[in-house]
C-alpha cells in the first residue's frame, strides 16, 4: 500500500450463491479493498471465499494474557446466510499485516438465514457477538474469548427465538429478526424484527457462569413498518431505525431517567405514495453522518439513496432530496472516515458507486462506478 496517500481498507461481503428462490447472487465472498480517500479510488487487495458472508463485523481487541500483553490484533465475523437447512455457520478470521483473512474460528449456529452480525463490548468489559437470523427469527449471543483470540468458545450461545406476527400478508407471517446493534450509552443490545414491527431492548451479561440475555423493552413501531437496521450517532445521542416496508425512519432517544426508549417520531420522503397493508418499499441501509446533521438510507425499490436532515432541537427529520445510485438493488452502503465520500454496494448490477458529500449541506454528487465486484450487499471499514 503507498503511504503517501490518503488511505482506508475496506472489506466487501458478497452473496456466492442463491439462498432461496432467486435471491442471492454470484460473488467471490469477501474481498478487501484500498480506498484512496484522496481521490475516491478503489484497489482490490485480496479476495477471501466464503459461502454467503452477507454481514461483516471488524473489530481491534487488545490482548491482556503475558504472551500478548498490551498487544491489540484485528477480527473479522462473518455470518454465511444461508437456510437453517444447510446448517449456517459464523466465521472468525484474524487480519494479518497486509490485510489477508485466516481463519481461526467457525461455529455452526442454530436458526436460519443469520443477516446481520455485531461485535459489541458491554460497559462491564465483557465482549460478544450477536446474530440475527431472518428465516427462523431468533438472535444468537457467543461470549468472545479475548485472552488469546477471538474465539467464540466461553459459554455455550444463548438462542432467543421471536414469536408473533404482523399485518404484512407476506413479509409478516412470522418473527423475522434483521439486525442487532448494541448501544454504548445504555450498555443495551437492541433487535430490530422486521416481522413483529417491534424493536426489542436486551440487558446482555455474564454474573459467575450465568449468561443471560434479559428482554428489558419492547418497541412498538407502526403496523407495516418493518423496522431492518439501526444506527447511532458518534454519541449515542439518538438511533435511527430504517423501516424496509415503507421507508420511513424512526428516531429513538434512551432515558436513562425512565431506563427505557422514547420514540421522537417517525419520518419518511414526502413525496411516497400511501402505504398500504402491504407496501413493500425495499429499504436496506440507514448511515448517520459523523456531525449528526444528516440521515441516508438505501431503497432498492427505486434504487436512490434518500437523505435527510436532522434537527436535534426539534428532534426530527426533513426530507431533502433522492439521489439515483447508478445501479441496481442498492443494499449496504457506507460514509469514509473522512466523510467525503459514500460508497454504495449494488447487489444486482455487481457494482459499487462513489459519491462525492457535501459536507455543508449533505448533499451527494456522482463520482464513478466501480465495476465486477459480484453481488456485493455488505461493506465494512478495518478500524484504525
Not at 264 to 289: H, M, Q, Y
Not at 298 to 316: G, H, K, Q, V, Y
Not at 329 to 353: C, E, M, N, Y
Request: aromatic residues 10%; contains cysteine.
Amino acid at each position: 500500500m503507498n503511504s503517501s496517500k490518503q488511505t482506508d481498507i475496506l472489506y466487501v461481503g458478497s452473496y456466492t450463491e442463491i439462498v432461496a428462490g432467486d435471491f442471492g447472487g454470484h460473488g467471490k465472498g469477501i474481498s478487501c479493498y484500498e480506498f484512496d480517500a484522496v481521490n475516491g479510488e478503489l484497489n482490490l487487495l485480496n479476495n477471501q471465499f466464503q459461502i454467503n458472508p452477507s454481514y461483516l463485523s471488524i473489530t481491534s481487541i487488545m490482548h491482556s494474557n503475558n504472551e500478548l500483553e498490551n498487544k491489540s490484533s484485528k477480527y473479522l465475523f462473518a455470518v454465511s446466510e444461508v437456510l437453517a437447512s444447510k446448517k449456517p455457520v459464523i466465521h472468525t478470521y484474524t487480519i494479518n499485516d497486509i490485510y489477508a483473512l485466516s481463519l481461526i474460528d467457525t461455529k455452526t449456529i442454530e436458526g436460519g438465514c443469520p443477516c446481520h452480525i455485531h461485535y459489541f463490548k458491554n460497559i462491564e468489559g465483557q465482549s460478544f457477538t450477536a446474530s440475527a437470523c431472518y428465516e427462523t427469527g431468533n438472535l444468537v449471543i457467543h461470549t468472545i474469548n479475548v485472552e488469546a483470540t477471538a474465539n467464540l468458545n466461553i459459554h455455550e450461545p444463548l438462542n432467543v427465538y421471536h414469536k408473533g406476527s404482523s399485518q404484512h400478508p407476506t413479509r409478516q407471517t412470522q418473527a423475522h429478526a434483521h439486525c442487532a446493534c448494541f448501544d454504548a450509552m445504555s450498555n443495551k443490545l437492541l433487535v430490530c424484527d422486521l416481522g413483529l414491527d417491534q424493536v426489542k431492548v436486551y440487558n446482555v451479561e455474564i454474573n459467575n457462569d450465568s449468561f443471560n440475555a434479559i428482554e428489558e423493552q419492547i418497541i412498538l413501531l407502526p403496523a407495516g413498518s418493518g423496522p431492518r437496521h439501526i444506527c447511532f450517532d458518534d454519541n449515542y445521542s439518538y438511533g435511527f431505525i430504517i423501516n424496509e416496508l415503507t421507508g420511513s425512519v424512526t428516531i429513538i432517544k434512551y432515558s436513562a431517567e425512565k431506563n427505557e426508549y422514547e420514540i421522537k417520531g417517525n419520518f419518511d420522503e414526502t413525496e411516497t405514495k400511501p402505504v398500504n397493508i402491504e407496501t413493500d418499499l425495499g429499504a436496506a441501509a440507514i448511515r448517520v453522518s459523523k456531525d449528526a446533521k444528516f440521515i441516508y438510507t438505501s431503497m432498492r425499490s427505486d434504487n436512490t439513496i434518500r437523505l435527510f436532515a436532522f434537527d436535534p432541537i426539534a428532534e426530527s427529520l426533513s426530507y431533502i432530496a433522492s439521489y439515483p445510485t447508478q445501479g441496481r438493488t442498492p443494499r449496504d452502503f457506507t460514509i469514509d472516515a473522512t466523510g467525503k465520500w459514500l460508497l454504495v454496494a449494488h447487489q444486482d448490477s455487481d457494482t459499487i458507486s462513489i459519491f462525492n458529500v457535501n459536507s455543508y449541506n449533505g448533499t451527494l454528487s456522482f463520482h464513478k462506478t466501480v465495476n465486477d465486484i459480484d453481488s456485493p450487499v455488505c461493506l465494512a471499514w478495518l478500524p484504525k
